[in-house]
């Protein structure tokens, strides 16, 4: 039965909200659903792949060279925060990098995300001076 097929996927698809969604009879990433200057978020990353193949940023370069550049990226990051400065082009900057090394290590975004959530998902802790410290279980 047709009906029970469909209720059947969008049951799948609800089981695993964090990343999929349900849309018009058909389950979908959350990536295909935002849309970035017209451009769904899996065209953008796709388009950020094709620069670093283009500009030989895989094959050229090794994860320590890359994360060396997240961290130079992490202190633009820090410097602008700190001088009350705008931080979107220095994230930008920052996930540009991070999907380099995902993609030299065939991970998704989704999946990184995914196994990041399930470590966080049930933390407990508190916020002291504005920084949440999670419980420790001895």
Same mark, same amino acid.
């Given at each position: 039965?047709?009906?029970?097929? $469909?209720?059947?996927? #969008?049951?799948?698809? $609800? #089981?695993?909200?964090?990343?999929?969604?349900?849309?018009?009879?058909?389950?979908?990433?959350?990536?295909?659903?935002? %849309?970035? &200057?017209?451009?769904?978020?899996?065209?953008?990353?796709?388009? !950020?792949?094709?620069?670093?193949?283009?500009?030989?940023?895989?094959?050229? %370069?090794?994860?320590?060279?890359?994360?060396?550049?997240?961290?130079?990226?992490? &202190?633009?990051? %820090?410097?602008?925060?700190?001088? &009350?400065?705008?931080?979107?082009?220095?994230? &930008?900057?920052?996930? !540009?990098?991070?999907?380099?090394?995902? /993609? #030299?290590?065939?991970?998704? $975004?989704?999946?990184?995300?995914?196994?990041?959530?399930?470590?966080?998902?049930?933390? /407990?802790?508190?916020? $002291?001076?504005?920084?949440? !410290?999670?419980? !420790?279980?001895?």
């Amino acid at each position: 039965d047709l009906h029970l097929s $469909i209720r059947r996927q #969008r049951q799948m698809c $609800i #089981r695993d909200r964090l990343l999929l969604l349900w849309n018009r009879q058909r389950c979908v990433t959350v990536l295909d659903c935002f %849309s970035v &200057g017209g451009m769904v978020m899996n065209e953008l990353i796709e388009k !950020v792949n094709m620069w670093f193949e283009d500009r030989n940023l895989i094959a050229g %370069s090794t994860d320590k060279d890359q994360i060396l550049k997240l961290v130079q990226e992490l &202190g633009e990051l %820090s410097d602008h925060a700190c001088k &009350g400065e705008n931080i979107k082009d220095d994230l &930008g900057d920052m996930l !540009v990098v991070m999907l380099n090394i995902m /993609k #030299r290590n065939d991970y998704t $975004i989704e999946e990184c995300l995914q196994i990041a959530y399930n470590d966080i998902k049930d933390r /407990k802790g508190k916020m $002291i001076d504005g920084i949440f !410290v999670k419980e !420790v279980n001895e």
